[in-house]
């Protein structure tokens, strides 16, 4: 197999040699680096490296060529290869145009030139954003292979937890890959085993719980002390960012997650308003990012691991797992954040996992292409969701019970959605129920004025109608703050990095001795410094 490509893009034949000249005395042990000297000719080379079967793993473009210009050509390489990462090469001038491409063509960085010197202006960026494409970019033929039916629950669950903990995998649909099939021959899998997780070196796990994949995959499943300064619960964007903050404060600190790292957030696929990222970040890449900096600086993380309770003996808190075992510490900081709020209509519980989903777009989307699907909710992230699948699905419907999306959207997801030809807005509309034989096949939806019900062929409904908090197994000391029950839509990144969060709970010693649990903190960077130091 080829090394995966970087392709520059430049109608500036000495800029063009420059670029190339760089990245080749940097990338070329592990990259190819191709150039094209207009738009038309980089969209053929991305047309002939797909026909060959070759990876893309970025495409530098200037903006202003002659005929296609650097925006399209990005856009246009992301159709291909949507995980390639897009940088677009700009004059000064020119960084309103790059500002603008990032909506349009979703940038990943722009660079302006000159970019000497290339160890300070270049390279950082083209080695972080080939870190990220490395994290998702699985080679062809090898690697992790999953094998399922597509509309089976534990498929999806280990879909999901294999997605959320950023480890790449193939899919094949049991029902629709002739590969599946001789692949299951080859690794002795009957059917009542599905889904099989086959590994590279040939081994495989059958109808495996994501503890076992865990497992299998070398991830540590226990702690590696008896007593932590600060034990955190839940790896959402609170929880990490309070890891980091424990961590380099020297406190032996444990992360621990149900699921994976990232909550919530992990689950975007694109997310606009996090403070240092110009072009917009995807859940996973910020997720990445964080459990990086959080184990760099000390800190340990068991997933999946589920707490279910707490009791405090002489001021040490001792946490309850669901393996059964406990942890003891010091200081306990909950960030377990909000569960989605499940809808009560006929038929979505029948069929979570089997095309009901919960927040598991990126997931799915993929398995979707060609089907329609259909959005609940008029939220944020019912618009990211909606826009994420109709790079994938042939129709995707929101539906609200409201007029409009402006009450609850923001302005720059209801503009896209606005633009986007195969997504629709079904306004003043709740969904009644959900019918079909072991997996969704049609849709009822009912006016929220009254008159007849539709029924409608629907292959996914993704819900995303609120959340509620997940503080039910904290012991009833704990004071909860109403807030937690509703969801704002606005700061909570800020609100669970830096300041109040609505779930997020510390309990914590004082340095001068202990305190009860309802000594309740809110701040997540708080708690590294009401943690006491360690003995
Ligand atoms: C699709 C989507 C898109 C979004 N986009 C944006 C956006 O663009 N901008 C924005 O500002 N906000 C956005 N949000 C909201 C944002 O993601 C949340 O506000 C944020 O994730 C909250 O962080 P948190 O750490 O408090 O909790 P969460 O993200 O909810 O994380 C809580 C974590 O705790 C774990 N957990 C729960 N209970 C337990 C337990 N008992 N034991 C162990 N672990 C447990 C969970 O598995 C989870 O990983 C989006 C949300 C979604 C779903």
């Known amino acids: 197999m080829n090394k995966p490509v970087l392709l520059v893009v430049d109608d500036d034949a000495q800029v063009l040699a420059a670029v190339r000249r760089d990245l080749r005395s940097r990338y070329r042990e592990s990259y190819m680096v191709v150039s094209a000297s207009s738009g038309e000719e980089a969209l053929a080379t991305v047309r002939e490296l797909k026909a060959r079967g070759d990876a893309l793993a970025l495409v530098i473009s200037d903006q202003r060529m002659p005929g296609i210009q650097g925006t399209e050509v990005l856009a246009r390489s992301r159709e291909v290869y949507p995980l390639a990462r897009r940088v677009m090469l700009t004059a000064y001038s020119d960084i ?7 909506n349009e ?21 083209v080695d972080d954003l080939l870190d990220s494409w490395q994290a998702e970019y699985l080679p062809e033929a090898t690697g992790l292979r999953l094998i399922g039916h597509q509309w089976s629950p534990q498929s999806h669950a280990i879909k999901d937890f294999l997605a959320s903990n950023l480890v790449p995998y193939r899919w094949l649909d049991v029902e629709r890959n002739p590969d599946a099939r001789s692949l299951l021959d080859a690794a002795g899998v009957q059917a009542h085993e599905l889904p099989a997780l086959v590994f590279e070196d040939g081994s495989v796990l059958r109808s495996p719980e994501p503890r076992e994949v865990a497992a299998k995959l070398g991830r540590p499943l226990s702690a590696a002390f008896d007593v932590y300064d600060l034990v955190i619960v839940g790896a959402g964007p609170a929880g990490l960012a309070a890891a980091v903050y424990g961590a380099s404060e020297g406190l032996r600190t444990l992360l621990l997650d149900q ?6 957030a992990g689950s975007s696929s694109r997310i606009e308003n996090y403070l240092g990222f110009p072009a917009g970040v995807s859940g996973s890449e910020l997720t990445r990012r964080a459990v990086t900096q959080a184990q ?50 006929p038929g979505m519980s029948e069929f979570a ?32 969701s909606a826009m994420y699948l109709s790079r994938y699905a042939k129709d995707v419907q929101i539906v609200v019970r409201s007029e409009s999306l402006r009450e609850s959207m923001s302005q720059y ?20 129920r959900v019918e079909g034989s072991g997996h969704v096949e049609r849709v009822a939806f009912q006016p929220t004025g009254g008159g007849p019900s539709q029924v409608e062929d629907v292959d996914a409904v993704f819900v995303f109608i609120g959340t509620r908090p997940r503080s039910d197994w904290l012991p009833a000391g704990v004071r909860r703050e109403k807030s937690a029950i509703s969801s704002s839509r606005f700061g ?40 006491p130091m360690k003995p």
């Open 353 to 384: 996992g089997a095309g009901v989903y919960y927040g598991a777009s990126a997931t799915e989307a993929p398995v979707l292409a060609g089907r329609r699907v259909v959005v609940v909710g008029g939220g944020n992230s019912a618009g990211q």
């Open 413 to 432: 997801l209801v503009e896209q959605i606005a633009k986007t030809p195969n997504v629709r807005l079904r306004p003043l509309t709740q969904v009644e």
């Open 492 to 531: 909570k990144y800020l609100s669970a990095s830096v300041s109040t969060t609505p779930a997020l709970t510390v309990f914590t010693r004082m340095p001068r001795g202990p305190s009860s649990c309802a000594s309740a903190r809110t701040s997540a960077s708080s708690a590294a410094f009401d943690a």
């Open 296 to 345: 760099r600086l000390g800190a340990e993380f068991l997933v999946p691991l589920e707490a279910i309770g707490v009791s405090i003996e002489a001021g040490y808190k001792r946490l309850a797992l669901g393996d059964g075992r406990e942890i003891v510490t010091r200081t306990l900081l909950a960030a377990t954040g909000m569960a989605y709020r499940e809808h009560p209509a």
């Open 259 to 264: 699921h994976a790292p990232g909550g919530q």
């Open 105 to 125: 063509a979703h940038l990943d960085h722009y660079l302006a030139k000159p970019w000497d010197p290339p160890e300070e202006r270049l390279f950082p960026v």
């Open 96 to 102: 309103d145009a790059a500002v603008k491409a990032i």
